[in-house]
T-cell receptor
Framework: GAGVSQSPSNKVTEKGKDVELRCDPI?????LYWYRQSLGQGLEFLIY????????KSGLPSDRFSAERTGGSVSTLTIQRTQQEDSAVYLC??????????FGPGTRLTVL | GEDVEQSLFLSVREGDSSVINCTYT??????LYWYKQEPGAGLQLLTY?????DMKQDQRLTVLLNKKDKHLSLRIADTQTGDSAIYFC???????????FGAGTTVTVRA
């Protein structure tokens, strides 16, 4: 079946602009995760959604970052007033409950 | 610093075996994973091992787990040019959905 999809694949934006990144999880997966992959930082957890429970936002680096998941499926990660240090690859993953996580191809964000 | 540690680079000749090593810190981790990332792509799940296993084999891949030393390794037999990628080790502590990743090992396969 279809895997996790993310859009856009690449995003170039100017410092100070807002961006929205989208993730479509695998159908039937209850959990959705956002991670960030930065040069020199490795992979870091950002946020986790599980069903209708309150999301775990403990990994979000600042209040400029927010995410929502509508209808228990698609998720949008929003970064407001982007900064150059936000440049990274943003990876989304989904799983059934807390089973194995399957990753999407990522969105490469470049903030000029 | 990283909770999961890996060496950063590995160069191997085509046809030889590759061994990628990883150490982790949480001895209660239930699952340990290996993901592969090719240039410009996301993470592809390669294999995983449950913590009560010592070894798992899947075609050219062999995973060895030493719980006493908290050491995990991935062996790729008959390494091919298509195996050139970054390999990430990740642990999944019990009752925690967040994966902790190593920094990744860049494997370069030379002819």
């Amino acid at each position: 079946g279809a895997g996790v999809s993310q859009s856009p694949s690449n995003k170039v934006t100017e410092k100070g602009k807002d961006v929205e990144l989208r993730c479509d999880p695998i159908s039937g997966h209850t959990a959705l995760y956002w991670y960030r992959q930065s040069l020199g930082q490795g992979l870091e957890f950002l946020i986790y959604f599980q069903g209708n429970s309150a999301p775990d936002k403990s990994g979000l680096p600042s209040d400029r970052f927010s995410a929502e998941r509508t209808g228990g499926s698609v998720s949008t990660l929003t970064i407001q007033r982007t900064q150059q240090e936000d440049s990274a690859v943003y990876l989304c993953a989904s799983s059934f409950v807390t089973d194995t996580q399957y990753f999407g191809p990522g969105t490469r964000l470049t903030v000029l | 610093g990283e909770d999961v540690e890996q060496s950063l680079f590995l160069s191997v000749r085509e046809g030889d075996s590759s061994v990628i090593n990883c150490t982790y810190t949480d001895s209660s981790s239930t699952y340990l994973y290996w993901y592969k990332q090719e240039p410009g792509a996301g993470l592809q799940l390669l294999t995983y091992i449950f913590s009560n296993m010592d070894m798992k084999q899947d075609q050219r891949l062999t995973v060895l787990l030493n719980k006493k030393d908290k050491h995990l390794s991935l062996r790729i037999a008959d390494t091919q040019t298509g195996d050139s990628a970054i390999y990430f080790c990740a642990e999944s502590p019990p009752n925690d959905y967040k994966l902790s990743f190593g920094a990744g090992t860049t494997v370069t396969v030379r002819a």
